[in-house]
């Protein structure tokens, strides 16, 4: 079946005003109380386990937070948080930690089954996934063979539960939560965080550093390819929790890894704050991938609820020939804000960042990348989509700068934006800044429309006007989806789909 | 298989109204191949695309039935579903679409809007390999950007080989002759007549005598200021090929 076959019958499975993901998980929670501040903190440190170097990390963190204004220079708009009116930690209880899926809350299990993620799956599970036949068409996602995906659960706050381990161990790769790996491996952990992001950054991601309660942590130890795709899902369930996701990965030298994040959260009343912050390391002539594919509830038709999502998201190509790849698919939130960057520090080290975006009803995206040169004949590369419909205001902030020692840096960067009706609006907004005559930076932008001749002409050859509409949406952004794994890049276009519901007509 | 009665249609411009079929009348029976033919801007390619169901055409007057249904009633793609095609006179890009996920995607709405069964990609790549031989389309050019890029005879060769794929009952092909070399035409026409069969018609609209001469048709007809003004048998192209509009401009 294509993938636009099964977009729309999954856009008519669901009601207009339902979003699918939007219920709620039975299971009794651990939450610290309400609001923040130092004993807080402690609470969240003390749970963990955590030893003293990590508290003080937190607190030294939740000092400066408190010295910080919250930024307000997006196009985003959104009624004040207040933060002491949120829950920073929410633990699903577990009776004994589970080492396989049979111990793990059965209620649980049938969240992921109802969210379809492959957690379900026991053949991936297994390790024993069938190999497809080879790919008929060349579109993405069709009949392809999927490889085996290890997958870590975060469930509310707490990784719940990690596949794969064994292998992965085997092969050197480090792969649990970043708890895990504060009290398994500290001195890697002392070593990276807060390196690429510090705990100075930003206002969200100094909240981050101060009260993160999970996350992944993951270290490829040096030469060694990672032998699966790492995969975390995380899912927001328990009402008013604060999401602080925290996700460190290293790749040592010549290593490589691909790294997959997928989210959907259930419906909720109240915005949701989530302010994840997401390092990544890549050392000599590692590569690093990193694919997300959000569809957090986006708020109802008039825009009520719905996720505010303000991310932290750097990749530090730290040494020659190093390799940083981001690839976003951003279909849901009420408000993202969103700058996945790439540190070109090494000579010789590339960046790139390949997004799609898509508002519908009343969101708010500001997103986009930034690229910082540092390190000679380093490259990079940003193909932006942003995909408009509804009321929504999509933006596209973009920086590609070359510092002085940044000899030879290139750049090439597209921007496409798409707009479906008249009452959305898409903005790009590109920033470039070269200190280096030798800099050769290249833009590249459009703006279109959903021609009525294209409508027609699908509509002409039997095809419905949704279904059509996400096919040219889908065409769209092909550059991109290529980009994705497998396993993604369906669940990208079926997403696509969903998402654009309603857009026409 | 479809009657048209006293059509008026009428687009809206920067001046205001504009009437460009004046009073149409046409009958076309299963099997049948009708020709049109038909000085620029008379009204050859509204005609098609008041058929197909395309937006901004206003049908002021008349009735258009289709196998007893009221075409005008309907959607376009409850048209395709119904057995339409238009073969475009400028076939649409759609970037980043592969024809061959277009062409799966259009073929399985249309079948399970008539309650058919989707065909599995095995089926679906055995019929779209019969069709692509047929008019001698490439594999490789299937998994190009529809009509991305396509020159203009290849464009029109898309449109026929669509056609042999999605099987209508009524096949309106507007001037898919222009632009064809002289063995893309042969082809194209081959194409076309193998699908000619007693319960399939055509409508085929073309400034050249040259493409009846391979598609045989079984009326001509002369549109000219909005009506059908003269109808007759493959031997008016013919004469029209001689002695051009002029008459019937005079007449209109
Ligand atoms: N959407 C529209 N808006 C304004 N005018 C239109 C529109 N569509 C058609 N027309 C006008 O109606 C007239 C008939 O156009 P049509 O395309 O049907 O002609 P045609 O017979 O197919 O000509 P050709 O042989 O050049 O293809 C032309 O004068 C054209 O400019
Ligand atoms: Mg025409």
């Given at each position: 079946?294509?993938?636009?076959?099964?977009?729309?019958?999954?856009?008519?499975?669901?009601?207009?005003?339902?979003?699918?993901?939007?219920?709620?998980?039975?299971?009794?929670?651990?939450?610290?109380?309400?609001?923040?501040?130092?004993?807080?903190?402690?609470?969240?440190?003390?749970?963990?386990?955590?030893?003293?170097?990590?508290?003080?990390?937190?607190?030294?963190?939740?000092?400066?937070?408190?010295?910080?204004?919250?930024?307000?220079?997006?196009?985003?708009?959104?009624?004040?948080?207040?933060?002491?009116?949120?829950?920073?930690?929410?633990?699903?209880?577990?009776?004994?930690?589970?080492?396989?899926?049979?111990?793990?809350?059965?209620?649980?299990?049938?969240?992921?089954?109802?969210?379809?993620?492959?957690?379900?799956?026991?053949?991936?599970?297994?390790?024993?996934?069938?190999?497809?036949?080879?790919?008929?068409?060349?579109?993405?996602?069709?009949?392809?063979?999927?490889?085996?995906?290890?997958?870590?659960?975060?469930?509310?706050?707490?990784?719940?539960?990690?596949?794969?381990?064994?292998?992965?161990?085997?092969?050197?790769?480090?792969?649990?939560?970043?708890?895990?790996?504060?009290?398994?491996?500290?001195?890697?952990?002392?070593?990276?965080?807060?390196?690429?992001?510090?705990?100075?950054?930003?206002?969200?991601?100094?909240?981050?550093?101060?009260?993160?309660?999970?996350?992944?942590?993951?270290?490829?130890?040096?030469?060694?390819?990672?032998?699966?795709?790492?995969?975390?899902?995380?899912?927001?369930?328990?009402?008013?929790?604060?999401?602080?996701?925290?996700?460190?990965?290293?790749?040592?030298?010549?290593?490589?890894?691909?790294?997959?994040?997928?989210?959907?959260?259930?419906?909720?009343d109240e915005n949701q704050l989530h302010a994840a912050v997401v390092e990544l390391i890549a050392l000599d002539d590692a590569e690093i991938k990193y694919s997300t594919v959000q569809n957090w509830y986006p708020g109802d038709a008039e825009g009520k609820g719905g996720i505010y999502n303000f991310v932290t998201k750097r990749?530090?190509?730290?040494?020659?020939?190093?390799?940083?790849?981001?690839?976003?698919?951003?279909?849901?939130?009420?408000?993202?804000?969103?700058?996945?960057?790439?540190?070109?520090?090494?000579?010789?080290?590339?960046?790139?960042?390949?997004?799609?975006?898509?508002?519908?009803?009343?969101?708010?995206?500001?997103?986009?990348?930034?690229?910082?040169?540092?390190?000679?004949?380093?490259?990079?590369?940003?193909?932006?989509?942003?995909?408009?419909?509804?009321?929504?205001?999509?933006?596209?902030?973009?920086?590609?700068?070359?510092?002085?020692?940044?000899?030879?840096?290139?750049?090439?960067?597209?921007?496409?934006?798409?707009?479906?009706?008249d009452k959305c609006a898409a903005v790009t907004i590109p920033y470039v800044e070269s200190r280096t005559g030798t800099a050769q930076f290249e833009h590249e932008a459009t703006t279109s429309k959903i021609s009525d001749d294209q409508l027609f002409y699908c509509r002409a050859r039997g095809i419905g006007e949704e279904e059509a509409v996400a096919l040219i949406v889908n065409g769209f952004v092909r550059d991109v989806i290529q980009q994705l794994p497998m396993e993604f890049a369906v669940e990208a276009q079926k997403l696509i789909g969903v998402s654009l519901e309603g857009s026409v007509? | 298989?479809?009657?048209?009665?006293?059509?008026?249609?009428?687009?809206?411009?920067?001046?205001?109204?504009?009437?460009?079929?004046?009073?149409?009348?046409?009958?076309?029976?299963?099997?049948?191949?009708?020709?049109?033919?038909?000085?620029?801007?008379?009204?050859?390619?509204?005609?098609?695309?008041?058929?197909?169901?395309?937006?901004?055409?206003?049908?002021?007057?008349?009735?258009?039935?289709?196998?007893?249904?009221?075409?005008?009633?309907?959607?376009?793609?409850?048209?395709?579903?119904?057995?339409?095609?238009?073969?475009?006179?400028?076939?649409?890009?759609?970037?980043?679409?592969?024809?061959?996920?277009?062409?799966?995607?259009?073929?399985?709405?249309?079948?399970?809007?008539?309650?058919?069964?989707?065909?599995?990609?095995?089926?679906?790549?055995?019929?779209?390999?019969?069709?692509?031989?047929?008019?001698?389309?490439?594999?490789?050019?299937?998994?190009?950007?529809?009509?991305?890029?396509?020159?203009?005879?290849?464009?029109?060769?898309?449109?026929?080989?669509?056609?042999?794929?999605?099987?209508?009952?009524?096949?309106?092909?507007?001037?898919?002759?222009?632009?064809?070399?002289?063995?893309?035409?042969?082809?194209?026409?081959?194409?076309?007549?193998?699908?000619?069969?007693?319960?399939?018609?055509?409508?085929?609209?073309?400034?050249?005598?040259?493409?009846?001469?391979?598609?045989?048709?079984?009326?001509?007809?002369?549109?000219?200021?909005?009506?059908?003004?003269?109808?007759?048998?493959?031997?008016?192209?013919?004469?029209?090929?001689?002695?051009?509009?002029?008459?019937?401009?005079?007449?209109?």
């Open positions: 079946m294509p993938a636009v076959q099964e977009t729309i019958d999954r856009v008519a499975a669901i009601d207009v005003d339902k979003y699918k993901y939007g219920f709620v998980t039975d299971i009794e929670s651990e939450k610290a109380p309400k609001g923040l501040n130092e004993e807080v903190i402690a609470f969240i440190s003390a749970k963990k386990g955590e030893p003293q170097w990590m508290l003080d990390w937190r607190l030294e963190a939740y000092r400066r937070w408190l010295t910080l204004e919250e930024p307000d220079w997006s196009t985003v708009s959104y009624p004040k948080i207040d933060y002491n009116d949120l829950y920073y930690y929410a633990a699903p209880k577990v009776k004994d930690a589970p080492n396989s899926l049979d111990e793990v809350d059965p209620e649980l299990l049938r969240t992921y089954e109802k969210l379809g993620i492959p957690l379900k799956e026991q053949e991936i599970l297994a390790g024993v996934r069938k190999q497809g036949e080879p790919s008929e068409l060349d579109e993405a996602g069709e009949s392809n063979p999927y490889g085996r995906v290890a997958v870590d659960a975060v469930f509310d706050s707490v990784s719940v539960v990690t596949t794969f381990k064994d292998e992965l161990a085997k092969a050197g790769v480090i792969f649990c939560s970043i708890s895990e790996a504060i009290r398994e491996h500290p001195e890697l952990v002392k070593q990276y965080l807060g390196t690429v992001v510090p705990t100075s950054d930003n206002f969200f991601a100094t909240l981050n550093s101060a009260v993160f309660t999970d996350g992944s942590f993951v270290y490829v130890p040096p030469g060694v390819r990672c032998p699966m795709e790492l995969s975390t899902y995380f899912r927001i369930n328990e009402q008013n929790t604060g999401q602080f996701e925290r996700t460190l990965i290293i790749a040592d030298k010549g290593s490589y890894v691909s790294y997959l994040e997928g989210c959907t959260a259930p419906q909720r990749g530090d190509c730290r040494g020659k020939r190093s390799k940083i790849s981001w690839t976003q698919v951003e279909t849901g939130s009420a408000i993202t804000w969103k700058y996945p960057s790439c540190i070109l520090r090494g000579e010789e080290s590339r960046g790139e960042f390949y997004s799609i975006a898509i508002s519908n009803g009343h969101q708010q995206i500001d997103s986009g990348t930034k690229m910082i040169h540092l390190g000679k004949n380093t490259s990079s590369r940003i193909i932006s989509k942003g995909i408009a419909a509804g009321q929504s205001l999509n933006t596209y902030r973009g920086l590609v700068r070359a510092n002085p020692r940044a000899k030879n840096a290139r750049n090439f960067t597209q921007c496409d934006s798409l707009l479906i009706g007509g | 298989m479809l009657a048209i009665e006293n059509l008026h249609a009428s687009v809206e411009d920067g001046e205001g109204t504009r009437e460009i079929l004046k009073g149409l009348d046409l009958e076309i029976w299963p099997g049948e191949v009708h020709a049109i033919m038909g000085p620029n801007g008379a009204g050859k390619s509204t005609l098609g695309n008041i058929i197909a169901g395309k937006d901004g055409y206003e049908v002021t007057e008349g009735s258009v039935k289709f196998l007893e249904e009221d075409l005008l009633e309907m959607e376009p793609e409850e048209r395709a579903a119904a057995g339409i095609f238009l073969a475009f006179q400028y076939p649409v890009e759609v970037p980043g679409v592969a024809t061959m996920t277009f062409l799966k995607t259009a073929l399985n709405a249309q079948r399970e809007a008539r309650g058919e069964k989707a065909l599995s990609t095995p089926e679906f790549m055995k019929a779209v390999k019969g069709a692509a031989d047929k008019l001698g389309v490439k594999q490789e050019m299937l998994r190009r950007p529809i009509n991305v890029g396509f020159s203009g005879g290849e464009k029109k060769r898309n449109e026929i080989m669509q056609m042999a794929l999605l099987e209508p009952k009524l096949c309106v092909l507007d001037e898919t002759d222009s632009g064809l070399d002289i063995d893309a035409l042969r082809i194209v026409s081959e194409g076309v007549n193998s699908l000619r069969s007693p319960e399939r018609s055509f409508l085929v609209i073309t400034h050249y005598q040259r493409l009846l001469d391979y598609i045989e048709p079984d009326f001509v007809h002369v549109l000219a200021g909005g009506k059908i003004v003269r109808s007759g048998g493959p031997e008016l192209a013919k004469e029209l090929e001689a002695r051009g509009y002029a008459e019937f401009l005079e007449a209109a």
